[in-house]
């Protein structure tokens, strides 16, 4: 396995390989079995283009060869940065094959968070779109080379200014790897690709996902949805997203034989017409997504009838909202708790209709181990709220390159401290409560609070912050920020603007400010985030009912 990753002990590796829950096939693979039986069929749908099952293996091959010629090759690590197009799956595809591994970023993401991806990993390629959503990524592009210097190449997904443009990469003639020099296939057991976790940490730490575990884990969520080849996946994440990407989103309806369609926002407006356009069945989104798409279907005309299955998960979905999906929608409500370190519950079709509105349903593997403990890390009973601890075949040991964060992270025996606050239900449905970890969770997306709180420090008139969540009506939760300032307090526009310079990604940035003379700490002495949040949801409280100071987003 790639150094820096923590493989499963050996011997329940082997269990979970007996067991038929590792098949031993990777990725790369995979796709050639998927091109073998889907043919002619479409895969991929994007605004313009319709891309076959042949098609697409063809063109991995051709990049494939085309990057290998570019001296990519196994184990290199290439930060991926593609908004949600056919190129996107290709390029992974391709990067699968030569056993390069992929490390996904987001097409939000700016130089903090691509400048820390390409160090901790050492990548030696960065791969962007041309342009996307007005934003030039070619200039993100010269700024990453320039503080990183190891990434040998940038490719382009479009015009490519002085970089090298994806379509030269997909050069027809070039040999095949295979075929000049017999390239060996990668090892299933090895690291595919990195997802970004949602952690607590200053800056996301790496998921290292096998190709054994994640095939497993596509192939057992494709099942547990019923996907088979009438199947329509719409992809209204961004596909980089363990959600959108393997739950059973992309690969898990690309191993059914199905068909994936690709939109480029969450928007109502694209995603409607989508679903009208090629009858997408199953789709998945956060609740903040939900809530704008029951919002917009009571004036929307489109014909929505072709779904069947809304997946909604990534954050807490209240009841009042979960209750809209089935009369507004007419399709059916799965709620999803998920990680890109691994574990997914899944609510299913035999649950009743109670659970299905108020639980996060139970997790996809019969080998998935689940622990709720008390803070003394005894298990709590049934209905008792505790932390959700889980190990299983498709579950890190480990980040990548961080053995001191992992210490903490992961108990002694493997199972990985998810920080979420849930309870068992006695029939063993899983609920979440809340969570122990410091993130505020916005629109689905984690940020951590200390990431954006040393942003924030680096004001010169920013003495102390602190960083809290506040429930939000539409963002589910706000960025708080708390600031105690050395001087003239700085504004919130100031601050988003310092931010933003600073190369932070925009949904990141502090949706209010509160200056204070002082922050509450613990006994420890530690900021009592605790207490600040109290005081947050005071605060937005106040000023809704004097109507003042609304949130900036
Ligand atoms: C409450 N909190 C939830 C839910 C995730 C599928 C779906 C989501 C993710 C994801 C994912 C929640 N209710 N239904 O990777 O495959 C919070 C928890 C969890 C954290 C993980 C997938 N579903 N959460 O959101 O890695 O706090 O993955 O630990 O981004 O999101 O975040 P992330």
């Not at 073998?36 to 076959?52: F, L």
């Not at 949805?225 to 992809?235: E, R, T």
């Not at 601890?389 to 025996?413: K, S």
Request: with cysteine; net charge negative.
């Amino acid at each position: 396995m790639l150094t820096g990753c923590e493989p499963w002990p050996e011997e329940i590796a082997r269990s979970y390989r007996e067991a038929g829950y590792w098949a031993g096939q990777t990725l790369g693979e995979a796709l050639r079995g998927w091109a073998a039986r889907g043919g002619d069929r479409t895969a991929v749908v994007s605004r313009d283009r319709r891309v076959s099952y042949r098609e697409l293996d063809e063109w991995v091959d051709r990049l494939a060869a085309g990057f290998h010629a570019r001296e990519i090759g196994a184990g290199d690590r290439v930060v991926v940065q593609l908004p949600n197009t056919p190129e996107f799956i290709a390029v992974c595809f391709a990067l699968f094959r030569l056993g390069a591994v992929p490390v996904f970023a987001l097409p939000a993401h700016r130089a903090s968070e691509i400048t820390h991806l390409c160090r901790l990993t050492d990548a030696v390629a960065y791969l962007v779109p041309a342009l996307h959503r007005g934003y030039d990524h070619r200039l993100l592009a010269r700024q990453v080379r320039l503080a990183v210097p190891g990434v040998r190449q940038v490719f382009v997904a479009g015009e490519p200014g002085e970089f090298v443009a994806l379509a030269d990469v997909d050069a027809a003639g070039t040999a095949l790897p295979a075929a000049s020099g017999g390239l060996a296939e990668p090892d299933p057991a090895d690291v595919a690709f990195f997802l970004l976790s949602g952690g607590t940490t200053a800056l996301p730490k790496l998921v290292p996902r096998t190709h054994d575990d994640f095939l497993y884990q596509a192939r057992a969520a494709s099942a547990v949805c019923g996907l088979n080849q009438d199947s329509v996946y719409l992809a209204a994440l961004p596909a980089a997203f363990n959600f959108a990407w393997g739950c059973p989103g992309v690969l898990g309806t690309l191993h059914a034989g199905g068909t994936v369609v690709l939109a480029r926002s969450a928007s109502p407006d694209e995603c409607f017409t989508l679903i009208e356009r090629e009858r997408v069945t199953i789709t998945s989104v956060v609740p903040t997504v939900a809530q704008l798409w029951l919002d917009a279907v009571e004036w929307n005309r489109r014909d929505l009838s072709s779904l069947r299955v809304l997946q909604i998960g990534g954050a807490k979905l209240h009841r009042e909202l979960a209750e809209r999906v089935q009369p507004a929608l007419g399709c059916r409500l799965q709620q999803v708790l998920g990680m890109a370190e691994g574990l997914i519950c899944f609510t299913r079709e035999d649950y009743s209709a109670e659970e299905v509105l108020t639980t996060q349903g139970h997790p996809l593997s019969p080998a998935d181990e689940i622990r709720v403990v008390d803070e003394h890390g005894r298990d709590a009973p049934d209905g008792e709220l505790g932390e959700l601890l889980t190990r299983g075949p498709y579950t890190i040991r480990g980040y990548y390159r961080a053995p001191e964060h992992n210490a903490t992270a992961f108990t002694e025996d493997g199972f990985y401290r998810t920080g979420d606050l849930v309870r068992r239900t006695a029939a063993g449905r899983i609920v979440v409560d809340g969570r122990i970890k410091d993130l505020v969770n916005r629109c689905g997306e984690k940020v951590s609070a200390s990431e954006v709180e040393g942003h924030l420090l680096a004001h010169p008139r920013v003495a102390q912050a602190a960083v809290v969540p506040a429930p939000h009506p539409e963002l589910g939760e706000q960025i708080c920020a708390f600031v105690v300032p050395s001087g003239e307090a700085p504004s919130l526009v100031e601050l988003r603007r310092l931010l933003l310079d600073r190369g932070l990604a925009a949904y990141k940035l502090p949706d209010r400010l509160d200056v204070v003379v002082a922050l509450p700490v613990t006994g420890l002495g530690k900021v009592d985030k605790k207490v600040l949040a109290a005081d947050a949801l005071r605060r937005v409280e106040a000023d809704q009912t004097t109507d003042a100071a609304r949130p900036v987003h």
